[in-house]
Each structure stands twice: as structure tokens, then as C-alpha cells.
């Protein structure tokens, strides 16, 4: 069935690094490719999407490439700040018509942003 | 906009009892609620599709006795845990989509989440 993997965390960093959090799916077809995040409280939010190959999804500062070769969607973001340390979640929505409307969700990855 | 609240936040309560969780989405119309259960540092997973007015469709492996989801109006859904036990201790999450935007399919919004303890 249709997966995702993110890479474990915790990860910590500090202020200014570039982020890099990996992601790599398993899907019939062509899914769209989400990438979530949940600040501490809060519920998850959409931070950015691709729906198709080589898309490149983009928010505050965060991107992401739609590679259909790699099957991958890896997260990156050039300087980070403590603002952004909350967990990151990597999903998918599977192309078939009855999956259409499902979120397959990665296990989530903590981000710790040190000053 | 697209806000989803959630009620109770936090649930404690006696193994055998009957828990009823509430989502609501508070601007918007939501025919399609999701209800997930996420365990300690792991994933999301899809427990049911709530449609208003209709039946919930729920995922493999979900006890549809157990889980009880109601979609009575546009903008609530609830989860009811029917003889809780402490298996079933967990965080509860749902979302919803907002019906009147196209397309609607992609988005989801999400609640702050319910944590359920089963003593």
C-alpha cells in the first residue's frame, strides 16, 4: 500500500543552519505530495504542497521538489529560525479515486531550533 | 479562516466508560470530516471519513462499534470511544475540508488535536 518515510528525529540545529529533512514515498501512480507542520498547541497546518512531478512546493521560506525519479519530496529551508522549531510531517494523497480524498502521513519529524 | 476546534483538549477517564469527542470547523462548511489517532512519536493514522448526513467509512482494521462517528450537520462532526479501555489511550486529531472551495479535495485543516487517557 502507499507510504511514507521520513527521516527519524529529533533534530536539533542552530540559528541561520539549512534544514534538510528527507522524505521518500510509495504510491500507484502519481500522488500529490504534502508537507505539514504542527506548532507546539496547535494543529497541523499545510505548509506547503506538489501535485505533480518536478513541482516545487514553497512557504516561508521551506521548499520542496516533487521527485518522481527518487520518489522523494525532501524538505529544505537555507536558514532557519527559532520560530520554526516545531514537527514536521511528510503525506501523501493517493491518486485512485477512492484515495482521492486520504492523507497517508510520514511518523513526523521534531525540529529543535536553538539560539 | 479555516479554523477546526476540537473538544475536549484532554480526557481522563474510567476503563469501561463511553468518551465523546467533538470536531467542529468554525468558518466554514465541511461535508468530509477525518478522524486520525496518532500514537507516541509515530505517524497519523486514518481511523474513518465522516460525511454529513451519511455513514462514515472507516479504515481497515477500525472497529466501527468501538469508534462511533455522528456527522449530523455541516460543521460537526464527533467521535464517541464506546467502552474505553487503556489500549485506547491516545491523541485524537481530526480535520476537515472546507466544501465550498475549488477544488476542495487537496486541503485539509486540522484540530489542535484531543488527548485521551483510559485508567
Known amino acids: 500500500g502507499d507510504s511514507v518515510t521520513q527521516m527519524e528525529g529529533p533534530v536539533t540545529l542552530s540559528e541561520e543552519a539549512f534544514l534538510t529533512i528527507n522524505c521518500t514515498y510509495t504510491?500507484?501512480?502519481?500522488?500529490?505530495l504534502f508537507w505539514y507542520v504542527q506548532y507546539p498547541g496547535e494543529g497541523l497546518q499545510l505548509l506547503l504542497k506538489?501535485?505533480?512531478?518536478?513541482d516545487k512546493g514553497s512557504n516561508k521560506g521551506f521548499e520542496a521538489t516533487y521527485r518522481k525519479e527518487t520518489t522523494s519530496f525532501h524538505l529544505e529551508k537555507g536558514s532557519v529560525q527559532v520560530s520554526d522549531s516545531a514537527v514536521y510531517f511528510c503525506?501523501?494523497?493517493?491518486?485512485?479515486?477512492?484515495?482521492?480524498?486520504?492523507?497517508?502521513f510520514g511518523q513526523g519529524t521534531r525540529l529543535t531550533i536553538n539560539p | 479562516g479555516a479554523v477546526v476546534s476540537q473538544h475536549p483538549s484532554w480526557v481522563i477517564c474510567k476503563s469501561g466508560t463511553s468518551v465523546k469527542i467533538e470536531c467542529r470547523s468554525l468558518?466554514?462548511?465541511?461535508?468530509?470530516m477525518f478522524w486520525y489517532r496518532q500514537f507516541p512519536k509515530q505517524s497519523l493514522m486514518l481511523m474513518a471519513t465522516?460525511?454529513?448526513?451519511?455513514?462514515?467509512?472507516?479504515e481497515q482494521g477500525v472497529e466501527k462499534d468501538k469508534f462511533l462517528i455522528n456527522h449530523a450537520s455541516l460543521t460537526l462532526s464527533t467521535l464517541t470511544v464506546t467502552s474505553a479501555h487503556p489500549e485506547d489511550s491516545s491523541f485524537y486529531i481530526c480535520?476537515?475540508?472546507?466544501?465550498?472551495?475549488?477544488?476542495?479535495?487537496?486541503?485539509?485543516?486540522f484540530g489542535p488535536g484531543t488527548r485521551l487517557t483510559v485508567l
Open positions: 503525506a501523501l494523497t493517493p491518486r485512485s479515486v477512492q484515495g482521492a480524498q486520504k492523507l497517508v
Open positions: 480535520s476537515a475540508r472546507d466544501s465550498n472551495r475549488r477544488p476542495s479535495t487537496d486541503t485539509q485543516y
Open positions: 465522516s460525511n454529513e448526513g451519511s455513514k462514515a467509512t472507516y
Open positions: 468558518d466554514f462548511q465541511a461535508t468530509t
Open positions: 504510491a500507484t501512480g502519481y500522488p500529490s
Open positions: 506538489a501535485t505533480k512531478a518536478d
